[in-house]
Nanobody, 122 residues
Framework: VQLQASGGGLVQAGGSLRLSCTASGVTIRSYHMGWFRQAPGKEREFVGVSRRSSGTSILPDSMKGRFTISRDNAKNTVYLQVNSARPEDTAVYYC????????????????WGQGTQVTVSS
């Protein structure tokens, strides 16, 4: 099983970027596909999830409005769109796959991508 995250890089504050996570060895249709991020010295933070049953996304209130999660099951890929980027969004972003009933915490995810660095300059 492999989750390959891509699309990270350097973006100016106020800019946008889209992260992609392509899976191999699993069919994402059967999994909740989550995004997490981890800044230096901080715990891994839940960004949101695309649910396996409906494909609808759930994001914590702190992420709503600027972050959008979508999936393309035919491409076995999930996306994270970041708009109006802020310096505090700087982190390594991870995608992960969960077959658990719950999906808000890292321990509920069985498979993880390697992470992609996002740096937002002020």
């Amino acid at each position: 099983v492999q989750l390959q995250a891509s699309g990270g890089g350097l973006v100016q504050a106020g800019g946008s970027l889209r992260l992609s996570c392509t899976a191999s060895g699993v069919t994402i249709r059967s999994y909740h596909m989550g995004w997490f991020r981890q800044a230096p010295g901080k715990e891994r933070e839940f960004v949101g999830v695309s649910r396996r049953s409906s494909g609808t996304s759930i994001l914590p209130d702190s992420m709503k409005g600027r972050f959008t999660i979508s999936r393309d099951n035919a491409k076995n890929t999930v996306y994270l769109q970041v708009n109006s980027a802020r310096p505090e969004d700087t982190a390594v972003y991870y995608c992960a796959a969960s077959s658990s009933v719950q999906f808000h915490t890292p321990t509920q995810y069985a498979y993880w991508g390697q992470g992609t660095q996002v740096t937002v300059s002020s």
